[in-house]
């Protein structure tokens, strides 16, 4: 009864041993996958808020572009009307002087024949002055009577009265078209002076659209380094979006492994000749368990580029799958298998190890035997691990 139990905590702690050694370097390689995944998917919230951020900012950029496009149609609206206004105001200007030179004209000739009038009754006064006397006498004298005198006299005070309200006439005349081209030049100096007020307004529009455009210049340079921020940004969550998906394919190829591992460390791997062999080697139970699996395929075919324990694979082949039903991941040919795991001396070597050769790579089981995929010809055998030069002995199970 004793020796029984000693026998079941023996198999018991053997058990552990043989799943132990898997089950840690694929946890801790999940983990460590797992752990990027958080770590890229911390970076992608990171690069998402970044974005939204830029957006909303870009967005607020966008807002102060229409209304500063709004603002400057509106400016160039308003230009628009004052220009109107100052053509107008032109041809306020141009219209007004037209009367102004016309009423000027009319100035001139009322101011004339005032002149004129004047030099003829100034020229009557003087026939009049110099003659008074001897001509009122010879009227008399020459006169037909006292009605006749009276009519002579009558005659020349109606000349005489006649010229004095033409020269008044035309003393009025000139006063008042002179009041009018006086109102004149007035009316063109405040045209002009509304003109200067208008063209003044339209400077300061023109000074306003341009510190507009100055504006808006700016602005539209924020937005585009926003684009360009944004677009940086956005490959930046794609590439981290890109190494989620391939650590994500990663991690559930290894936690397939993982199980297939897990499943080949609980499967009993049938007996084989080789067993006392492999048994009597020092080593884990674990290399010893890959051992006697790789030499249940003894006699299966050799085919180049194989993979297929059944089927038939290369050198490289069948150790890489041999590995793979265990859970670890080695490179497909022999030379890049010559760096895989850990180097140990050939004295050293247990079973499970590699035995690596020139363009060749087979299984270390013990007693200085391989397992390995020898040639078309051979197959799957049993070799003594020394039959041609070893360059190096690899252990992957740390």
């Known amino acids: 009864m004793i020796r029984l139990k000693k026998t079941l905590v023996c198999l018991g702690m053997a058990c552990l041993l043989a799943f132990a050694p898997v089950a840690e370097v694929s946890a801790t390689t999940i983990a460590e996958i797992k752990d990027k995944i958080a770590q890229q998917q911390n970076k992608l919230d990171s690069i998402n808020d970044k974005?939204?951020?830029?957006?909303?900012?870009?967005?607020?950029?966008?807002?102060?572009?229409?209304?500063?496009?709004?603002?400057?149609?509106?400016?160039?609206?308003?230009?628009?009307?004052?220009?109107e206004e100052i053509l107008h105001k032109e041809q306020e200007i141009t219209d007004k002087q037209l009367q102004i030179d016309q009423k000027q004209a009319e100035y001139e000739e009322a101011k004339r024949l005032q002149e004129e009038q004047q030099s003829c009754m100034n020229v009557q006064a003087k026939i009049l002055y110099e003659n008074n006397s001897s001509t009122l006498f010879q009227v008399i004298l020459g006169g037909g009577g006292l009605a006749d005198i009276l009519n002579r006299m009558d005659y020349a005070e109606q000349i005489f009265g006649y010229g004095k309200n033409k020269l008044d006439e035309f003393e009025a005349t000139k006063i008042r078209v002179?009041?009018?081209?006086?109102?004149?030049?007035?009316?063109?100096?405040?045209?002009?002076?509304?003109?200067?007020?208008?063209?003044?307004?339209?400077?300061?529009?023109?000074?306003?659209?341009a510190e507009l455009d100055t504006m808006l210049a700016q602005k539209k340079k924020e937005s585009a380094n926003f684009d360009a921020e944004i677009k940086k940004a956005k490959q930046e969550a794609a590439v981290a979006k890109k190494l989620i998906q391939q650590e994500q394919k990663a991690l559930k190829k290894l936690?397939?492994?993982?199980?297939?591992?897990?499943?080949?460390?609980?499967?009993?791997?049938?007996?084989?000749?080789?067993?006392?062999?492999?048994?009597?080697?020092?080593?884990?139970d674990l290399g010893k368990k890959i051992a006697k699996y790789g030499c249940q395929f003894i006699g299966n075919p050799y085919v180049y580029g194989g993979t297929s324990l059944t089927k038939?694979?290369?050198?490289s082949g069948f150790t890489y799958?041999?590995?793979?039903?265990?859970?670890?991941?080695?490179?497909?040919?022999?030379t890049a298998q010559r760096s895989?795991?850990?180097?140990?001396?050939?004295?050293?070597?247990?079973?499970?190890?590699?035995?690596?050769?020139?363009?060749?790579?087979?299984?270390?089981?013990?007693?200085?035997?391989?397992?390995?995929?020898?040639?078309?010809?051979?197959?799957?055998?049993?070799?003594?691990?020394?039959?041609?030069?070893?360059?190096?002995?690899r252990r992957i199970i740390k």
Not at 255 to 284: C, H, L
Not at 321 to 334: C, K, M, N, V, W
Request: charged share 25%; glycine share 8%; with cysteine.
């Open 51 to 83: 974005i939204d951020s830029l957006n909303d900012e870009q967005d607020i950029i966008e807002e102060k572009i229409d209304d500063l496009n709004a603002e400057i149609i509106n400016t160039m609206a308003s230009m628009g009307v004052k220009e």
């Open 178 to 209: 002179h009041e009018l081209w006086d109102q004149l030049v007035v009316e063109k100096a405040e045209l002009e002076e509304a003109k200067k007020g208008l063209e003044a307004d339209k400077v300061l529009l023109e000074e306003q659209k």
């Open 255 to 284: 936690e397939q492994e993982q199980a297939r591992a897990q499943a080949m460390a609980n499967k009993e791997v049938g007996p084989t000749s080789y067993d006392s062999i492999i048994n009597s080697a020092n080593g884990s």
């Open 312 to 315: 038939g694979a290369d050198c």
């Open 321 to 334: 799958r041999i590995y793979a039903d265990f859970g670890y991941t080695l490179p497909r040919t022999s």
């Open 340 to 393: 895989a795991g850990v180097g140990v001396s050939y004295a050293e070597a247990q079973p499970g190890d590699l035995i690596c050769y020139s363009g060749h790579v087979g299984m270390y089981i013990g007693g200085g035997k391989i397992v390995h995929a020898s040639n078309k010809k051979s197959g799957i055998k049993v070799n003594n691990a020394n039959y041609r030069p070893i360059l190096a002995v």
